[in-house]
Each structure stands twice: as C-alpha cells, then as structure tokens.
C-alpha cells in the first residue's frame, strides 16, 4: 500500500485500544511520532505515540500496519505514552 498515515487519519494501536484521531505529526528522539485524540466516556484524552506502533482504521474497519503502509523505522513499542 502507498498510503501514510497523515493528520486526520482514525488509527489504533497495534496492541489495541480505543480509535484515535491524529491530530499532529512531529519528529521525536528521531522518529516521527503522532499526537492522537481520543475519548473515554465523554472525557477527552490525547497522547503521542510512534508511527509503527500504529495501525489505519480503514473504513470497512480493518487495519494497516505501518509495514503495509511503507513506513519503517523507529521503536515498535506499542506502550502508551502520556
């Protein structure tokens, strides 16, 4: 696939969690991060988290890891960070 993830995108962690909106690209530690906005209940939360730790919520709902997206690189970490 030659689709990035890009701001606006809804991604999930690759180890689950609730759909997030990218709401920021950034450069981090020499990776590029994503900042993503979700919400629990009807609270809002947000975090940053590494580009290969992400999938693409498509729209019929499956997912594309950043490997089948043509990313590459960076931590695999699917920790969150706050």
Do not use: Y
């Amino acid at each position: 696939m030659s689709e990035q993830i890009k701001v606006g995108d809804v991604v999930q962690l690759k180890s689950g969690g609730p759909k997030m909106t990218v709401d920021k690209l950034h450069e981090w530690q020499g990776r590029t991060e994503a900042n993503c906005d979700w919400f629990e209940g009807t609270k809002q939360q947000s975090g940053s988290f590494p580009l290969t730790s992400l999938n693409i919520v498509t729209e019929r709902g499956s997912r594309a890891s950043a490997a089948e997206i043509g990313l590459s690189g960076g931590d695999p970490s699917t920790s969150w960070m706050r």
